[in-house]
């Protein structure tokens, strides 16, 4: 259902849409999770798990690294519950951060020896785990205890090719700017920025008193260019720029491209990084804000329940990223179906590794809502955030979903894997040092052409 060419912005929108539901008044206090997690005890799986004296180990290679975060807790939690109720199981955690998780795989991926349960991301990044035939269909695990039904509508279609889903998302989010309300306030700054030129004037600001303007961790190259794609969604007027370039209609030397790698060296030049980014990694870029020494972090929706958890809790809020010259509509984001778990088609205990997959995605959309860490599921979740005692920022952040217009899925979800590879390497470098931005654009062109499938 899924090629290289991601023609899905509307059903997305539509998905992100469906994540409404979490700030639904719904009557129920916020006690009522899934009906389908309500139906699913500690014991599910153990009745389909094979022979109870058949002792078995799955491993479960996961992204959830840091020990403060509720997706951490999480994960521990759910195969600890799962442990107690099936003792012939036992669930190996190979938990790493998102890079070093993808290098690892596409090790263990030429030797056609990856994890019982890996993590995949959508469409052109799994495309080759499918092709290559290491990836599980889970059709039939979907439809056992209504699964399938606990997504939200059309998000298994980043996840599918030719009639089956081969992974099963963790989120569907929006990227958004998260700022220190405290940090702003102590240093004047009445407003969060509108435009790409008050946003620039806002890190300069902070630049010149001291303090780190925006955190990131650029070891992990998805993150520059994570944040470099929302200003090329501003500079193109709107979503479908690396789908015009698939479909010729557009080059990577378009102006709207070239426009936004000057946007972003302004960003570069202005200070607005911790230095040394490009040796920090995503993990440590975080916490620099969470822990109050940046005043604002762009990235995705995900890490709402992160922040809350954190020391700077109850200080932060969130705005949409701004106009770039004029251009782009700010409730068009960048979108992010989750990253995803897979199961190896090649796994010598495939049914036990499905039966625990079924329990924990079932349970996962309640444990994260215990945990106040619902914003951005993929999956449904029917509950008053408010009565369950979110925070005004999870409550703003899901009121963002409100008015999201569309938007594009990220460069590594869109382009092949090769091409992807030298964008990342090329945004990378621009933390490193100043270049002709036709340069860059010409390298990416070249790139492109070179990969073309």
Not at 70 to 85: D, F, G, Q, R
Not at 265 to 274: D, H, I, M, R, Y
Not at 288 to 316: L, N, P, R, Y
Request: charge should be negative.
């Amino acid at each position: 259902m899924v090629n290289r060419k991601v023609k899905k912005s509307a059903a997305l929108l539509l998905t992100v849409l469906m994540a409404l539901s979490l700030a639904a008044c719904g009557g129920n206090g916020g006690g009522k999770e899934n009906a389908a997690a309500e139906n699913t005890g500690s014991n599910n799986g153990a009745a389909k798990s094979g022979d109870s004296e058949k002792k078995v180990t799955i491993t479960f290679q996961n992204i959830y690294p840091d020990p403060t975060t509720p997706s951490h807790k999480m994960i521990n939690e759910l195969v600890k519950e799962y442990e107690t109720a099936n003792p012939n199981i036992k669930i190996e955690l190979d938990t790493l951060n998102t890079d070093q998780q993808k290098i690892k795989l596409k090790t263990q991926a030429a030797s056609k020896e990856i994890p019982d349960i890996t993590i995949v991301n959508p469409a052109a990044q799994m495309k080759p785990f499918v092709d290559a035939g290491l990836l599980a269909p889970l059709n039939d695990m979907l439809d056992q205890n209504g699964l399938k039904d606990t997504y939200q509508s059309g998000l298994l279609d980043y996840y599918s090719f030719d009639g089956n889903v081969y992974a099963l998302p963790d989120g569907n989010n929006i990227e958004v700017v998260y700022y220190n309300k405290e940090i702003f306030e102590q240093n004047g700054i009445k407003d969060t920025p509108k435009t790409f030129d008050e946003f620039l004037d806002v890190v300069k600001t902070l630049k010149a008193k001291g303090i780190t303007p925006l955190a990131i961790g650029e070891k992990d190259s998805w993150t520059g260019s994570f944040l470099f794609m929302n200003i090329v969604l501003r500079t193109n007027g709107g979503p479908g720029f690396l789908q015009d370039v698939m479909d010729g209609k557009k080059t990577f030397e378009d102006p709207a491209f070239v426009e936004a790698v000057d946007a972003f060296q302004e960003l570069v030049q202005a200070g607005a990084f911790p230095d040394g980014a490009t040796s920090i990694d995503a993990t440590a870029g975080g916490n620099i804000f969470k822990s109050g020494q940046a005043a604002m972090w762009v990235i995705g929706s995900w890490e709402t329940g992160a922040i809350d958890a954190s020391s700077v809790a109850g200080k932060v809020g969130a705005f949409q990223f701004p106009t770039v010259n004029g251009k782009g509509d700010p409730n068009e984001f960048m979108l992010a179906p989750g990253s995803a778990f897979a199961v190896s088609a090649n796994s010598e205990h495939l049914q036990e590794t499905k039966d625990f997959l079924n329990f924990f995605t079932l349970n996962l959309p309640k444990k994260q809502f215990e945990l106040k860490n619902a914003v951005g599921l993929g999956q449904k979740v029917d509950g008053d955030l408010k009565a369950a005692g979110y925070s005004d920022l999870a409550i703003q952040i899901a009121e963002l979903f409100n008015n999201v217009k569309g938007g594009d899925l990220a460069f590594d979800n869109t382009m092949n894997p090769a091409t992807a590879q030298v964008h990342l390497s090329s945004i990378q470098n621009l933390f490193v040092q100043k270049v002709d931005s036709a340069q860059v654009a010409k390298e990416h062109q070249t790139a492109f052409e070179a990969n073309k499938e």
